[in-house]
Nanobody, 114 residues
Framework: QVQLVESGGGLVQAGGSLRLSCAAS????????MGWYRQAPGKQRELVAN??????TNYVDSVKGRFTISRDNANTLSLQMNSLKPEDTAVYYC?????????WGQGTQVTVSS
């Protein structure tokens, strides 16, 4: 099992930046994939970016060139978000995959004002 706690959300103006962090505890060395998802009001939760053991990363097209995912150490996942847009407003969730089982954090709100 793994426990995930997100931090770093907040209110920012369009064009600004935020850095989200996800602190993992528990069986962190068994994690195969970690990622950031987001869910805007009335919309389905979507993958924003993930990083696979070994370092390969994937991004949804809408954030390419603006967001950067990194696994800073074994228990910290980050998402650097630059050039934020109002459409980036959502609750952002951290997820970890261990042997096909997904573990979620509680989420952190990101609000981008125009």
């Amino acid at each position: 099992q793994v426990q995930l706690v997100e931090s770093g959300g907040g209110l920012v103006q369009a064009g600004g930046s935020l850095r989200l962090s996800c602190a993992a505890s528990g069986s962190i060395f068994s994690i195969n994939v970690m990622g950031w998802y987001r869910q805007a009001p009335g919309k389905q939760r979507e993958l924003v970016a993930n990083i696979i053991r070994g370092g390969n990363t994937n991004y949804v097209d809408s954030v390419k060139g603006r967001f950067t995912i990194s696994r800073d150490n074994a228990n910290t996942l980050s998402l650097q978000m630059n050039s934020l847009k109002p459409e980036d407003t959502a609750v952002y969730y951290c997820k970890a995959l261990i042997r096909g089982l997904g573990y979620w954090g509680q989420g952190t709100q990101v609000t981008v004002s125009s």
